[in-house]
């Protein structure tokens, strides 16, 4: 069964730092793995989908990887504001139907 | 406005009264599904459905139910809640299963007492 696992669980940083999340998941033939943020009281937004054909996707800021032989994906936040504070999840497919989530990293960026 | 909405969004109720969450989506996906969210535990899904009249056990689905009779609505029925599902609930779409982007709803805070 999958399981994906976020470190750490939380992070804080000064605003203008370029900085990186993890997320590792156990079943290595993921096929997709999904980043999302989470507002405090908020539902999630999807921010990034990254095929494993892919390997990369980039939407203004945030670059993530996946990397399958070592069981991880990355988010990449460039010149971080305090807007990025937030929990960022990541997900992966724990079977055919079901996405598995990580517990998040909660992010606070410092102005 | 493509949207995922819920309701009722705030939820305080008591031991053994029968509720239903409902969920709705705009965007014609197929696929849908339910989550609770508890501190320490994350995000679990509890049931989901790749269309109308299919649906399938998630992670944690006992003490729950769910129906999708139309392809827009999927609502969580509490035939008898316990303080156990106290939680906050999420329902998400997507295009046609979990490989597609994920569509949230806001969320609702259920209490049981």
């Known amino acids: 069964k999958q399981e994906v696992t976020q470190i750490p669980a939380a992070l804080s940083v000064p605003e203008g730092e370029n900085l990186v999340l993890n997320c590792s998941f156990t079943d290595s033939a993921i096929y997709n793995l999904q980043w999302f943020r989470q507002d405090p009281g908020k539902g999630l937004t999807s921010l990034l989908l990254?095929?494993?054909?892919?390997r990369e996707q980039t939407s203004g800021r945030l670059n993530a990887s996946l990397d399958k032989s070592s069981g991880r994906s990355t988010l990449y936040i460039a010149a971080s504001q305090p807007g990025d504070s937030a929990t960022y999840l990541c997900a992966g497919p724990g079977s055919a139907r079901q996405l598995t989530f990580g517990s998040g990293t909660q992010l606070t960026v410092l102005p | 406005e493509a949207q995922v909405t819920q309701n009722p969004r705030y939820l305080i109720t008591v031991t053994g009264k029968k509720l239903t969450v409902t969920c709705s989506q705009n965007?014609?996906?197929?696929?849908m599904s339910w989550y609770r969210q508890d501190p320490g535990l994350g995000l679990r899904q509890i049931y989901y459905s790749m269309n109308v009249e299919v649906t399938d056990k998630g992670d944690v689905p006992e003490g729950y139910k769910v129906s999708r009779k139309e392809k827009r609505n999927f609502p969580l029925i509490l035939e008898s809640p316990s303080p156990n599902q106290t939680s906050l609930y999420f329902c998400?779409?997507?295009?046609?299963?979990?490989?597609?982007?994920?569509?949230f709803g806001p969320g609702t805070r259920l209490t049981v007492l």
């Open positions: 998400a779409s997507s295009f046609n299963g979990q490989a597609n982007p994920q569509f």
């Open positions: 990254i095929q494993s054909s892919q």
């Open positions: 965007m014609n996906h197929e696929y």
